[in-house]
Nanobody, 121 residues
Framework: QVQLVESGGGLVQPGGSLRLSCAAS????????MGWYRQAPGKQRDLVAA???????NYADSVKGRFTISRDNAKNTVYLQMNSLKPEDTAVYYC???????????????WGKGTLVTVSS
């Protein structure tokens, strides 16, 4: 079974920084892309940042210039460096992976359980 495990969430003051990690494990042949989504109370789940195995990135407008997504393909791990955090960044952050479990599989989406990020004084 494929498993995605997030870590690094917690409480941080406005203007502070936090680094999230997500490690994918299990029967993985290839990861095409990984990303981070977030869901604030009463809001929909939205894309924060994504990165392909080739290194192409995409960011939500609200985090451009503040967040940086990176990955270590050999470790099947994706990171989200969050700087200049704002209260509006408070949300549960979910790791997502588009991956194949065999050489002939199409990529399928897998999700982590989420990690809470709270930005508050």
């Amino acid at each position: 079974q494929v498993q995605l495990v997030e870590s690094g969430g917690g409480l941080v003051q406005p203007g502070g920084s936090l680094r999230l990690s997500c490690a994918a494990s299990g029967s993985i042949f290839s990861i095409y892309a990984m990303g981070w989504y977030r869901q604030a109370p009463g809001k929909q789940r939205d894309l924060v940042a994504a990165i392909t195995s080739g290194g192409s990135t995409n960011y939500a407008d609200s985090v451009k210039g503040r967040f940086t997504i990176s990955r270590d393909n050999a470790k099947n791990t994706v990171y989200l460096q969050m700087n200049s955090l704002k209260p509006e960044d408070t949300a549960v952050y979910y790791c997502n992976a588009d991956l194949a479990t065999t050489p002939t599989n199409y990529g399928m989406d897998y999700w982590g359980k989420g990690t809470l990020v709270t930005v508050s004084s």
